[in-house]
Protein backbone atom coordinates (compact mmCIF):
# COMPACT_ATOMS: atom_id res chain seq x y z
CA UNK A 1 0.00 0.00 0.00
CA UNK A 2 0.85 3.68 -0.54
CA UNK A 3 1.53 6.00 2.31
CA UNK A 4 -1.77 7.66 1.50
CA UNK A 5 -3.83 4.72 2.31
CA UNK A 6 -2.99 5.68 6.24
CA UNK A 7 -4.13 9.24 7.03
CA UNK A 8 -4.17 9.79 11.00
CA UNK A 9 -1.03 11.37 13.02
CA UNK A 10 1.68 9.03 13.74
CA UNK A 11 1.00 6.64 11.46
CA UNK A 12 2.75 7.99 8.22
CA UNK A 13 6.17 8.10 7.28
CA UNK A 14 9.10 10.91 6.15
CA UNK A 15 10.89 11.42 3.28
CA UNK A 16 13.91 9.43 4.89
CA UNK A 17 11.72 6.38 6.26
CA UNK A 18 11.62 7.35 9.47
CA UNK A 19 8.19 8.57 11.60
CA UNK A 20 6.55 11.51 10.05
CA UNK A 21 6.94 14.71 12.91
CA UNK A 22 5.22 17.21 14.07
CA UNK A 23 5.51 20.40 10.92
CA UNK A 24 3.63 22.94 12.95
CA UNK A 25 1.39 23.64 15.94
CA UNK A 26 1.41 27.47 15.62
CA UNK A 27 -0.11 27.93 13.15
CA UNK A 28 -1.72 24.68 12.86
CA UNK A 29 -0.92 23.40 9.47
CA UNK A 30 -1.46 20.28 7.49
CA UNK A 31 -4.15 19.10 4.83
CA UNK A 32 -6.30 18.06 7.97
CA UNK A 33 -5.08 20.85 10.45
CA UNK A 34 -3.28 18.34 12.32
CA UNK A 35 -0.14 19.60 12.66
CA UNK A 36 1.37 16.92 10.72
CA UNK A 37 2.03 16.99 6.80
CA UNK A 38 -0.26 14.09 6.58
CA UNK A 39 -1.82 12.65 3.66
CA UNK A 40 -5.00 10.76 2.04
CA UNK A 41 -6.90 10.25 -1.44
CA UNK A 42 -8.68 13.26 -0.53
CA UNK A 43 -5.75 16.00 -0.39
CA UNK A 44 -5.03 16.57 -3.84
CA UNK A 45 -2.59 19.03 -4.14
CA UNK A 46 -0.33 16.86 -1.91
CA UNK A 47 0.41 19.19 1.51
CA UNK A 48 3.40 17.09 2.05
CA UNK A 49 6.53 18.93 2.11
CA UNK A 50 6.97 20.88 5.27
CA UNK A 51 8.84 24.17 4.92
CA UNK A 52 10.22 27.14 6.77
CA UNK A 53 8.94 30.01 4.87
CA UNK A 54 10.48 32.86 3.83
CA UNK A 55 9.37 36.61 2.80
CA UNK A 56 10.98 35.39 -0.55
CA UNK A 57 8.60 32.52 -1.12
CA UNK A 58 5.76 34.23 0.01
CA UNK A 59 5.86 36.99 -2.38
CA UNK A 60 6.02 33.93 -5.19
CA UNK A 61 2.95 32.00 -3.66
CA UNK A 62 1.20 35.72 -3.61
CA UNK A 63 1.86 36.12 -7.10
CA UNK A 64 0.90 32.95 -7.97
CA UNK A 65 -2.48 33.40 -6.85
CA UNK A 66 -1.87 31.89 -3.36
CA UNK A 67 -2.03 34.56 -0.84
CA UNK A 68 -0.54 32.69 2.67
CA UNK A 69 0.69 36.08 4.62
CA UNK A 70 -2.87 37.62 4.53
CA UNK A 71 -4.78 36.17 8.29
CA UNK A 72 -8.21 34.80 7.38
CA UNK A 73 -9.30 34.66 10.82
CA UNK A 74 -12.69 33.59 9.60
CA UNK A 75 -11.35 30.16 8.65
CA UNK A 76 -9.07 30.47 11.69
CA UNK A 77 -5.41 30.90 9.72
CA UNK A 78 -3.47 33.55 11.21
CA UNK A 79 -1.27 34.84 7.87
CA UNK A 80 2.13 33.23 7.57
CA UNK A 81 4.98 35.30 8.37
CA UNK A 82 8.76 34.51 7.87
CA UNK A 83 10.46 31.44 10.07
CA UNK A 84 6.70 29.62 10.09
CA UNK A 85 6.63 26.09 9.19
CA UNK A 86 3.42 24.91 6.70
CA UNK A 87 2.73 21.84 5.01
CA UNK A 88 2.93 23.32 1.50
CA UNK A 89 1.92 21.44 -1.97
CA UNK A 90 4.72 19.46 -3.48
CA UNK A 91 4.04 20.68 -7.12
CA UNK A 92 4.20 23.94 -5.24
CA UNK A 93 7.98 23.62 -3.87
CA UNK A 94 8.91 22.44 -6.82
CA UNK A 95 7.73 24.89 -8.56
CA UNK A 96 8.92 27.51 -6.50
CA UNK A 97 12.36 25.07 -6.67
CA UNK A 98 12.34 25.84 -11.02
CA UNK A 99 11.65 29.57 -9.86
CA UNK A 100 15.08 29.30 -7.84
CA UNK A 101 12.75 30.84 -4.60
CA UNK A 102 11.93 27.14 -2.19
CA UNK A 103 11.61 27.57 0.81
CA UNK A 104 14.10 25.13 3.96
CA UNK A 105 12.67 22.10 4.56
CA UNK A 106 11.87 20.26 6.99
CA UNK A 107 12.72 16.51 5.88
CA UNK A 108 11.51 14.65 9.11
CA UNK A 109 8.58 16.57 8.91
CA UNK A 110 7.70 16.09 5.29
CA UNK A 111 6.03 13.52 4.03
CA UNK A 112 7.37 10.47 2.17
CA UNK A 113 4.35 10.76 -0.29
CA UNK A 114 5.87 13.78 -1.63
CA UNK A 115 8.49 11.55 -2.94
CA UNK A 116 5.79 11.02 -5.95
CA UNK A 117 6.12 14.95 -7.22
CA UNK A 118 9.76 15.66 -5.65
CA UNK A 119 12.85 13.89 -5.80
CA UNK A 120 14.55 13.75 -2.43
CA UNK A 121 17.90 15.23 -3.82
CA UNK A 122 16.41 18.21 -4.30
CA UNK A 123 14.69 18.28 -1.04
CA UNK A 124 18.13 17.63 1.11
CA UNK A 125 19.41 20.30 -1.17
CA UNK A 126 16.94 22.33 0.83
CA UNK A 127 17.08 20.91 4.48
CA UNK A 128 17.14 22.46 7.42
CA UNK A 129 17.49 19.27 9.52
CA UNK A 130 20.25 17.09 7.91
CA UNK A 131 23.52 16.61 8.98
Avoid at 19 to 28: A, E, M, Q
Avoid at 69 to 91: I, K, N, V
Avoid at 122 to 129: G, I, M, N, Q, S
Amino acid sequence: MKTRDFPGRGSQLNVLGGPLLTCSDRPKTGFFRDGCCNTSEEDSGSHTVCVVVTAEFLEFSRERGNDLSTPHPQFGFPGLQPGDRWCLCAARWLEALQAGRAPRVVLNASNQAALEIVPLAALKRYAVDLQ
